[in-house]
């Protein structure tokens, strides 16, 4: 039997890639390996269905370093209390003092790229924890191999110590009968200069020259992204919630992601598992999730002929679609709660010696 602390911060949030991926293997791990006991710990109250367990540590959480303190010292509390062998950090943090083994998943390395889509203060004031914390966790887990080849470069991360647990997802993201007359281009996604919506935004003008078509754009603005002008053609939705998402993404004339970086691209994923086709940017990691269901497109030309293409050529569109279904069904949250469970037990191997 193995006794599990995970990091259940990411809950306390309304949406967002970490809250599902938190609660995604959690869930999963629970249902697959019952046998093993995991407890959920955080600062503040988050919904979570039994039977995992949830302990409400008290403190200011991890928003100031007095407050980080507080947090981890009444989190080694909490993990030797409860009896826990290990802590997974899922909210890129571990205990600075190490006494269990860890494992940290390092979701991306976005505070390393040195763009001008990431915020210079916001990216060196999540630089130094990051680092003591990949420091001292006893594994780290990354969604793709190309951020676990990233992590290895830029933080000389020995092989050994890194494992790649891919993600999935929901269960709930599944085809609905299309219900939408009219054709549109569908982004979802958090609303920030990394995602390079400002030049989607040029493209389907061009796009919109010769098609009568909407362009979609569903998910939080983030306050480094200005609201974006009223543009002919463009909906800007906003957060929307889960229920929604696999409509949505079903009657998508195409999904579009032209992100700048990402370390998976959990949406991607999303649109294929409900028969939409996935249009992606160059990136490393979208390429390697995509596979050859998603279509890879580097410049603003190819965007404009591929959009152009999917208007005119449904044929092309159907044989996608069945390629992302084919595609999404690689991935399931029972393989990535299974993959860290392995991660779990090589972490208690090595922390033993």
Not at 269 to 298: K, N, T
Not at 305 to 332: T, Y
């Amino acid at each position: 039997m193995m006794r599990v602390a995970i990091d259940a911060t990411p809950l306390t949030l309304s949406s967002g890639g970490l809250a599902r991926y938190t609660a995604e293997l959690t869930g999963a791990l629970v249902k697959n390996f019952q046998d093993d006991v995991f407890t959920l710990m955080s600062d503040q109250p988050f919904p979570m269905p039994e039977p995992a367990r949830n302990h409400l540590i008290r403190g200011g959480g991890a928003r100031s370093p007095l407050e980080r303190r507080w947090w981890f010292w009444g989190l080694n509390r909490e993990l030797v209390r409860s009896g826990c062998q290990l802590f997974h950090g899922t909210n890129f943090e571990v205990p600075y003092v190490p006494l269990r083994a860890s494992v940290l998943t390092l979701h991306d390395l976005s505070p390393w790229m040195n763009a001008p889509w990431h915020a210079d203060a916001g990216r060196v004031r999540r630089r130094t924890p990051m680092l003591i914390e990949l420091g001292i966790a006893t594994m780290v887990m990354t969604p793709t191999e190309a951020a676990r080849k990233q992590a290895m470069e830029h933080f000389r991360i020995p092989a050994s110590r890194i494992a790649v647990v891919p993600y999935a997802a929901s269960e709930m993201f599944r085809p609905v009968e299309k219900n939408c007359s009219a054709p549109y281009f569908l982004y979802v996604g958090t609303l920030e200069p990394r995602k390079n919506l400002l030049e989607l935004i040029e493209v389907f003008r061009a796009v919109r020259r010769r098609h009568s078509v909407e362009l979609v754009l569903a998910g939080r603005r983030r306050a480094d992204f200005p609201p974006l002008p009223p543009e002919p053609g463009v909906r800007v939705l906003g957060e929307v919630g889960d229920s929604e998402l696999p409509g949505l993404y079903s009657n998508a004339l195409v999904f579009l992601y032209p992100s700048h970086y990402e370390g998976f691209g959990l949406p991607v994923l999303e649109a294929m598992q409900c028969g939409a086709c996935a249009f992606i940017s160059g990136d490393a990691a979208l390429a390697e999730v995509g596979g050859d269901a998603a279509v890879q497109l580097r410049s603003a030309s190819e965007w404009v002929q591929a959009m152009q293409a999917a208007i005119e050529n449904p044929g092309w569109l159907r044989e996608l679609a069945q390629r992302g279904l084919r595609r999404a069904r690689e991935f399931s949250w029972a393989r990535t709660a299974r993959l860290t469970r392995e991660v779990y037990q090589e972490a208690l191997r090595r922390f033993s010696f």
